[in-house]
């Protein structure tokens, strides 16, 4: 199961300055382009309308603007 999940949902290393911060934004990052992936391959394949995908990308780009709002304070 290991084997499959690190196929469908790859993770990259974290090269900057190594604080909890700094790691936490990355995850968030790598978490949202993973989301914006399927949805845009999903809006491809005609599963889900343009406004449908662009309704949920709006969605996903405040919770991480959220979450970035959060660290920083």
Do not use: C
């Not at 911060?21 to 382009?33: R, Y």
């Not at 845009?40 to 449908?52: I, M, V, Y």
């Amino acid at each position: 199961m290991n084997d499959r999940s690190s196929f469908l949902f790859p993770r990259s290393r974290y090269h900057g300055s190594v604080r909890p911060k700094n790691l936490l934004l990355n995850a968030n990052l790598q978490e949202f382009s993973q989301r914006i992936s399927t949805i845009s391959a999903l809006q491809t394949n005609g599963k889900l309308s343009a406004a449908e995908s662009f309704e949920q990308i709006q969605r996903l780009w405040q919770q991480l603007e959220q979450n970035h709002n959060q660290l920083i304070d």
